[in-house]
């Protein structure tokens, strides 16, 4: 099993491949970030958008 980024790229040829995307709703995700980091929602909702830019580029 390989898990995270590149993954399917590495896999790409694989004839047995399974991709799965995980998501979770923003409200759930901003809760979270609170939780652990100890965040303001402002902050978390900051935090998760930042993420998310980065990922996406």
């Known amino acids: 099993m ?7 790229y590495i896999l790409k040829d694989h004839p047995n491949l399974i991709k799965i995307f995980l998501y979770a709703p923003i409200e759930y995700r ?9 965040d303001t929602y402002n902050e978390a909702k900051k ?3 930042q993420s998310d830019k980065s990922r996406a580029s």
């Open 2 to 8: 390989i898990v995270g980024r590149c993954a399917d």
């Open 30 to 38: 901003i809760n979270k970030v609170k939780e652990m980091y100890k």
């Open 47 to 49: 935090h998760i958008n």
